[in-house]
């Protein structure tokens, strides 16, 4: 745990103080090689318009200068994703990587240009 101040202006002493379990912060990622993305998935990820509404195709990612970061949905919920993302025209080899990732404990995935590659997993020529 730590603590957190929150401060009332320049100069001042902070007014309250919140104890935050950070634990319950943490996650775990995967660091895969870009090439694991076609090119099509990547650019669809890069391109994407983040949706608020529960009927819509909603994927969390941030794009980075090196490739994107990928949330891993729930096992639970990730058939209703899978379909979702094959009618925006994602793949399906996506969801190999994703319940990959799901598989071994890991909530992001960071596709990145100089990330390696992982021999259990395709990787796309592009």
């Given at each position: 745990?730590?603590?957190?101040?929150?401060?009332?202006?320049?100069?001042?002493?902070?007014?309250?103080?919140?104890?935050?379990?950070?634990?319950?912060?943490?996650?775990?990622?995967?660091?895969?090689?870009?090439?694991?993305?076609?090119?099509?998935?990547?650019?669809?990820?890069?391109?994407?318009?983040?949706?608020?509404?529960?009927?819509s195709w909603a994927v969390s990612i941030a794009?980075?200068?090196?490739?994107?970061?990928v949330w891993v949905p729930e096992e639970e919920?990730?058939?209703?994703?899978?379909?979702?993302?094959?009618?925006?025209?994602?793949?399906?080899?996506?969801?190999?990587?994703?319940?990959?990732?799901?598989?071994?404990?890991?909530?992001?995935?960071?596709?990145?240009?100089?990330?390696?590659?992982?021999?259990?997993?395709?990787?796309?020529?592009?």
């Amino acid at each position: 745990m730590f603590f957190c101040g929150i401060i009332g202006g320049v100069g001042t002493q902070p007014r309250t103080q919140k104890a935050i379990n950070m634990s319950a912060n943490i996650y775990k990622y995967m660091d895969l090689g870009i090439g694991h993305l076609t090119k099509e998935d990547y650019n669809i990820l890069k391109n994407i318009k983040i949706h608020n509404n529960r009927d819509s195709w909603a994927v969390s990612i941030a794009v980075h200068a090196y490739g994107v970061w990928v949330w891993v949905p729930e096992e639970e919920d990730m058939g209703l994703f899978e379909e979702m993302s094959l009618e925006h025209g994602v793949s399906a080899s996506l969801f190999k990587v994703l319940r990959y990732a799901r598989k071994h404990g890991c909530n992001w995935i960071n596709f990145d240009g100089d990330a390696e590659n992982c021999d259990e997993l395709e990787v796309f020529d592009w």
